[in-house]
């Protein structure tokens, strides 16, 4: 909920600078809703494994799931802008990749202590 409020906020505060004037909520509402579902149904990429397999192997398809999911969300994103697929694809793997790991990471040093 908050990255669509955020959204919303940021569509509306560049639309503003762009032009000088407010923008009506009319147009920064259809925007902040598809980030709000948008995060609502990529943060259920990682989390499905858990509701259909056990917690020693859900793991590791969540990993896999969610690398393979920022793989092809970079392709999708290359196909529309317009750009290198391979690198649009290579760019979002690493860098959502690191973040997904570094949470994974970041889970089993908390569940250590």
Same mark, same amino acid.
């Given at each position: 909920?908050?990255?669509?409020?955020?959204?919303?906020?940021?569509?509306?505060?560049?639309?503003?600078?762009?032009?000088?004037?407010? /923008? +009506?909520? #009319?147009?920064? @509402?259809?925007? %902040?809703?598809?980030?709000?579902? !948008?995060? =609502?149904?990529?943060?259920?990429?990682?989390?499905?494994?858990?509701?259909? /397999? +056990?917690? #020693?192997?859900? @793991?590791?398809? %969540?990993?896999?799931?969610?690398? !393979?999911? =920022?793989?092809?969300?970079?392709?999708?994103?290359?196909?529309?802008?317009?750009?290198?697929?391979?690198?649009?694809?290579?760019?979002?793997?690493?860098?959502?990749? !690191?973040?997904?790991?570094?949470?994974?990471?970041?889970?089993?040093?908390?569940?250590?202590?």
């Amino acid at each position: 909920m908050s990255m669509g409020v955020g959204s919303f906020l940021t569509e509306q505060s560049v639309s503003e600078f762009k032009t000088h004037h407010d /923008l +009506p909520l #009319s147009k920064s @509402l259809p925007g %902040s809703l598809v980030m709000f579902f !948008s995060y =609502l149904f990529s943060g259920l990429i990682p989390l499905s494994p858990y509701i259909f /397999l +056990p917690p #020693s192997s859900a @793991l590791w398809f %969540s990993v896999a799931l969610s690398l !393979s999911s =920022l793989c092809l969300l970079g392709l999708i994103n290359a196909r529309i802008s317009g750009t290198n697929l391979f690198r649009q694809a290579r760019r979002m793997l690493i860098l959502g990749g !690191s973040v997904a790991v570094s949470g994974v990471f970041l889970g089993v040093f908390l569940k250590g202590i």
